[in-house]
């Protein structure tokens, strides 16, 4: 029933910035955690970033210090702001939100992943 909408992928130079969003089209319960991740050509996909409903944040080592996630609960919208982007960060970054379905299980829900891709 819960779908996953991403947006505001695209291309930019080194040093730009990009802001992700993912907001969700149906309704959805009791979130556990909201995420982003990539998934770079030949690599597996990996974690970027993860929020709580409380606002507890955790970064990959990487994206630290540039990349901040937040989220607006009202809107069931989860967002990545992306500064001082390098050539690595180009993937295909996916939202991933696990939450209670409509059996009260724990499930995790995927966008359909935008790309980003960095570069002159």
């Known amino acids: 029933q819960v779908q996953l909408v991403e947006s505001g992928g695209g291309w930019v130079q080194p040093g730009g910035s990009l802001r992700l969003s993912c907001a969700a089209s149906g309704s959805i319960f009791s979130i556990y955690i909201m995420a982003w991740y990539r998934q770079a050509p030949g690599k597996q996909r990996e974690l970027v970033a993860a929020i709580t409903p409380g606002g507890t944040t955790n970064y990959a080592d990487s994206v630290k210090g540039r990349f901040t996630i937040s989220r607006d609960g009202a809107k069931n919208t989860v967002y990545l702001q992306m500064n001082s982007l390098k050539p690595e960060d180009t993937a295909v970054y996916y939202c991933?939100?696990?939450?209670?379905?409509?059996?009260?299980?724990?499930?995790?829900?995927w966008g359909q992943g935008t790309q980003v891709t960095v570069s002159s």
């Open positions: 991933n939100v696990v939450a209670r379905n409509e059996r009260q299980v724990p499930y995790a829900y």
